[in-house]
């Protein structure tokens, strides 16, 4: 999976071209995510999904020629040259705090912490969503299962397996972490249905 399959649909990017057109590009947010307050508990999860993808997240020209040819109905490009000139350059420079996976977090605690200038935050808001705030809600989900049957226990969580590619793997990790295994992990096509 590519760096930018994470941006679902292309409204992180215009917000952060509002962010550059109207020169609050750099200045910098502190945002948090906190854990929702209707569940007795969260398992956080996505740390290292999140820490990765910002190590490795870069434009590459072919993803900013591409972005070049996106146009409005009347055929002009809806991003400026500025712009994506800005984007191909840029390296992140933020700070991101996130609970280690496996942390029993308890309702209202935060999950994450981030320091970013605006355009940077505004980039990285689809990744925080889905690897952050959906691969915790997946982990509490398998958690609350395994409670709801008594089997739940505290211990150390051992790091998850390796699995292989698919568009749904952050969900069966994100089930593991919480407590499931990966023998009763549903297959491929069942968690795509979920």
Known sequence: MTNHDWLSNLHPLFAAQDSWRDGSYSKPITAQLVCPTDMPFSIACGAGLLAEHVRRFKFAPPVIQRLGQVTDAKGRSVFQESFLNHLQRLSLRSYVNAAPEGTL????EPMLTIQAPELQFRLLAS????????????ATKAALEQWGKGVYSEEETPHSPN??????GWKMRAKYIGGGSSDDSKSSDELMAS
């Open 163 to 168: 699995f292989s590619f698919n568009q749904n």
């Open 105 to 108: 977090l308890l309702p209202g």
């Open 127 to 138: 990744a925080i969503r889905l690897l952050i705030w959906e691969s915790t809600h997946w």
